[in-house]
């Protein structure tokens, strides 16, 4: 069985709440441009892992940091265009209102 696009979306989630590693930060954002906005699948994150919350993903995405482009990209982006989208992300999440 292979997990859809929603599935691994939210594992990457719970991934990047668990390690640090810059593959799983690169796969949330072209899953983020592929039209799986990282926001929509926290809930089905919390469901798969409660270690996982909001506020600890938008404090990661903020300290997201990367000086150069992984050897392993096969579609272009630049390190900036990676800072960029978490940063804006973690800020969209460090003020929109938590799920009660």
């Known amino acids: 069985m292979v997990d859809t696009l ?10 990047v709440i668990s390690r640090v590693e810059i593959e799983d930060y690169v796969a949330l954002y ?3 441009q592929a039209g799986f906005p990282l926001e929509k699948y926290i809930e089905l994150a919390q469901r798969k892992d409660a270690g996982v919350s909001q506020a600890m993903l ?19 982006i630049t390190a900036k265009d990676l800072q960029e989208y978490f940063q804006s992300l973690a800020s969209k999440l460090a003020v929109k209102p938590f799920p009660r």
């Open 30 to 32: 072209f899953l983020g």
């Open 6 to 15: 929603e599935e691994i979306t939210a594992n990457k989630i719970c991934t």
């Open 58 to 76: 938008a404090y990661l995405l903020s300290e997201f940091r990367l000086s150069k482009v992984p050897d392993f990209m096969i579609a272009p």
